[in-house]
């Protein structure tokens, strides 16, 4: 089962998945969009977990409050991706491509952070927060 507590907006053309802080809506394209269902689902956890970075949620947004936005937008993006990742593995969803993609994104964002250490981390704990909120595990 999962948590999310987001309005889901599936939309035929194919755009980017993006998750809509002012409406608490999640944007994302049909899964005939993607070549493979693990593909779907885990932009879809991705912008879940944006969506857990709200105040009523997990409330990583004060944690953001002592960051530069350039920090922010790179921590927030690695946490989107190990918390989907963790996702998809809870679920059975196991496709090796899928996670070689995460992976990917992962190595890109932590360039990113140019080795800060620190923010790696706080990415890697706010993964497990989000992942654990979603999957209904969440208790602070």
Request: glycine letters at 4%; proline letters at 3%; one cysteine or more.
């Given at each position: 089962?999962?948590?999310?507590?987001?309005?889901?907006?599936?939309k035929?053309?194919?755009?980017?998945?993006?998750?809509?802080?002012?409406?608490?809506?999640?944007?994302?394209?049909e899964?005939?969009?993607?070549a493979?269902?693990?593909d779907y689902?885990?932009?879809?956890?991705?912008?879940?977990?944006?969506?857990t970075?709200?105040?009523?949620?997990c409330?990583?947004?004060?944690?953001?409050?002592?960051l530069?936005?350039?920090?922010?937008t790179?921590k927030?993006?690695l946490?989107?991706?190990?918390?989907?990742?963790m996702?998809?593995?809870v679920?059975?969803?196991?496709?090796r491509?899928?996670?070689e993609q995460?992976?990917?994104?992962?190595?890109?964002?932590?360039r990113?952070?140019?080795?800060?250490?620190?923010l790696?981390?706080?990415?890697?704990?706010?993964?497990?927060?989000?992942?654990?909120?979603?999957l209904?595990?969440?208790?602070?």
């Open positions: 089962t999962i948590n999310s507590g987001v309005n889901l907006d599936q035929p053309d194919c755009p980017q998945p993006a998750y809509d802080a002012a409406t608490d809506t999640v944007e994302m394209p899964k005939a969009c993607f493979y269902e693990e689902y885990a932009a879809l956890m991705a912008q879940f977990v944006h969506s970075a709200s105040e009523e949620r409330n990583r947004k004060r944690e953001y409050q002592r530069q936005e350039a920090d922010m790179v927030e993006e946490t989107a991706e190990i918390a989907s990742s996702i998809l593995m679920a059975g969803m196991k496709r491509e899928t996670h995460i992976a990917a994104e992962c190595q890109k964002w932590i990113e952070m140019e080795n800060d250490y620190r790696m981390v706080n990415a890697a704990s706010g993964a497990e927060k989000a992942a654990k909120y979603i209904g595990e969440f208790a602070e």
